[in-house]
């Protein structure tokens, strides 16, 4: 499966965002979908997952600000991302698994990822 990324881009703090993933070659509801960042000199961390049958998971600092959702009839995974914050500025990334749940967040366990985008958010 292929997978693009598209949504970013440059908002004040306090602002909103939705990045998306499409998919070509596979369908996610085969997949657990996450979001991974990864911010200059750091290394890349995770975001959210969802699930193959719909669950979701999300890191401690997204918890309440992120919503991770999937459009099964356009084949599309999104990140809603409100109340951004500077510290979120990082290229974000979209990839594809079919490890077990308990394992979503390891970015080891991908196997297709999308190209990434850019979101940068200002104070």
Not at 55 to 60: E, L, V
Not at 95 to 119: C, K, L, M, N, P
Request: some cysteine.
């Amino acid at each position: 499966v292929q997978l693009q990324a598209y949504g970013g881009g440059l908002v004040q703090a306090g602002g909103s965002l939705t990045l998306s993933c499409t998919a070509s070659g596979g369908s996610f509801r085969r997949y657990t979908t996450g979001w991974f960042r990864q911010a200059p000199g750091k290394e890349r961390e995770f975001v959210a997952a969802f699930g193959w049958s719909g669950n979701t998971k999300y890191t401690d600092p997204v918890k309440g600000r992120f919503t991770i959702s999937r459009d099964n009839a356009k084949n599309t995974v999104s990140l809603l991302m409100n109340s951004l914050k500077p510290e979120d500025t990082a290229v974000y990334y979209c990839a594809v698994t079919t490890v077990v749940w308990g394992r979503v967040t390891e970015d080891d366990y991908y196997i297709s990822w999308g190209q990434g985008t850019q979101v940068t958010v200002s104070s």
